[in-house]
């Protein structure tokens, strides 16, 4: 069965804290996605990866950085992490030639 | 700029109701347009999705209508359960791209 991971269900950091959050897929997709989603604001691209070490800026870059060494891992990376960032991150991943999307249970991050 | 509008931004439905999401874009380039359901706690899942040469797909319960002169596409779910409580989520994407654009989402509460 198709598996998208987060490392985290629940997360809380401190302001200025660098902060990763983790996701593992293992069903060998080149495509791997970071949304934060927030009530009212539905889901918004951060950042995506369509191959190893490939990443391009989503809608909402600022602040977020990404990692892909390996291609079933996408790393989301928080700097500096401000108030404005407490959010739900989910990621997902799908394979080339496919439109349908594959997604974790979401990470639930707080900034305090 | 929002390309994906979605409303209501909550909905009350009796069992056994009749539940419809309505979902308006702009871009005319758009060529793939796909439901996602959340239920609390999980990440969202695709649904049902249609392309802009049909103007109806239906999967048991669920309908997707498309008017491609309005720019509009809408989902129903027929004699709603209470299992069908959830958020909805309208997406569009664009042929060569591997991104989607998300509606806000709709809240869905079917009483019982």
């Known amino acids: 069965d198709v598996k998208v991971t987060q490392s985290s269900r629940y997360l809380v950091k401190r302001t200025g804290e660098k902060v990763f959050l983790e996701c593992v897929q293992d069903?060998?997709?080149?495509?791997m996605f970071w949304y934060r989603q927030d009530p009212g604001l539905g889901l918004r691209l951060i950042y995506f990866?369509?191959?190893?070490?490939?990443?391009e800026k989503g809608d909402i870059p600022e602040g977020y950085s990404v990692s892909r060494e390996k291609k079933e891992r996408f790393s989301l990376i928080l700097e500096s992490a401000s108030t404005n960032q407490t959010s739900m991150y989910l990621c997902?991943?799908?394979?080339?030639?496919?439109?349908?999307?594959?997604f974790g249970s979401g990470t639930q991050l707080s900034v305090l | 700029q929002q390309q994906v509008k979605q409303s209501p931004q909550s909905l009350i439905v009796q069992k056994g109701g009749i539940s419809i999401i309505n979902c308006a874009y702009e871009?005319?380039?758009?060529?793939?347009f796909p439901w996602y359901q959340q239920f609390p706690g999980k990440g969202p899942a695709l649904l049902i999705a249609?392309?802009?040469?049909?103007s109806e797909k239906k999967e048991g319960r669920f309908t997707i209508s498309f008017n491609k002169s309005a720019k509009q596409f809408s989902l129903h779910i027929m004699d709603s359960q209470p299992g069908d409580s959830a958020t909805y989520f309208c997406?569009?994407?664009?042929?060569?791209?591997?991104?989607?654009?998300f509606g806000k989402g709709t809240m869905l509460l079917v009483s019982p």
């Open positions: 997406a569009a994407s664009m042929e060569g791209y591997s991104t989607l654009t």
């Open positions: 871009n005319t380039a758009f060529d793939y």
């Open positions: 069903m060998d997709h080149e495509n």
């Open positions: 997902a991943s799908k394979p080339t030639g496919s439109e349908k999307l594959f």
């Open positions: 990866s369509y191959d190893v070490k490939m990443k």
């Open positions: 249609i392309r802009p040469d049909v």
